[in-house]
C-alpha cells in the first residue's frame, strides 16, 4: 500500500551536518506519523525523532526526539511532497548507523511516536557514517 525510500546518507566528518529524506508512494495520506529510527552495528534499533501530521490543532502536529539528539536533530515533514526529513547537525562518531524511515497506517490517532510498534510501513535503511 506505502513505500517508503530514505536519501541523503553518506560519509561525514565529526561536527558536519546531514539532511535525510525520505519519500512515500502508494496509498499514501498526511493525517499520520512518521518517524525516523537507526540501527548502529552491533546494538538494537533505537529511535530517534517522530512528527505528527500538520493540522488545526497543536497536538496532531507533535514532535519528539530522543534524549541522545536533542538539540542537534529537527524533524519536519512536507506533506504535498509526502517527504519527511531528518536535518542532523553537530554529527558525532556515535551517530553512524543505518537510519529508517518509518509511517504509521490508516487508523493513527496520535502519541506513541517512540515506539516502533506504532508504525506499520517502514523504509529500506540509508547509512550515515561519521568518521573522526
Known amino acids: 500500500q506505502v513505500q517508503l525510500v530514505e536519501s541523503g546518507g553518506g560519509l561525514v566528518q565529526a561536527g558536519g551536518s546531514l539532511r535525510l529524506s525520505c519519500t512515500a508512494s502508494?496509498?499514501?495520506?498526511?493525517?499520520?506519523?512518521m518517524g525516523w529510527f537507526r540501527q548502529a552495528p552491533g546494538k538494537e534499533r533505537e529511535f530517534v525523532a517522530g512528527?505528527?501530521?500538520?493540522?488545526?490543532?497543536?497536538?496532531?502536529?507533535?514532535?519528539v526526539s530522543a534524549d541522545s539528539v536533542k538539540g542537534r536533530f529537527t524533524i519536519s515533514r512536507d506533506n504535498a511532497k509526502n517527504t519527511v526529513y531528518l536535518q542532523m547537525n553537530s554529527l558525532k562518531a556515535e551517530d553512524t548507523a543505518v537510519y529508517y524511515c518509518?509511517?504509521?497506517?490508516?487508523?493513527?490517532?496520535?502519541?506513541?511516536?517512540?515506539?516502533?510498534?506504532?508504525?506499520?510501513?517502514w523504509g529500506p535503511g540509508t547509512q550515515v557514517t561519521v568518521s573522526s
Open positions: 518509518a509511517a504509521t497506517g490508516f487508523g493513527y490517532s496520535g502519541g506513541y511516536l517512540e515506539r516502533s510498534a506504532t508504525y506499520r510501513y
Open positions: 502508494g496509498r499514501t495520506f498526511n493525517r499520520n506519523g
Open positions: 512528527i505528527s501530521w500538520s493540522a488545526y490543532s497543536t497536538y496532531s502536529a507533535e514532535s
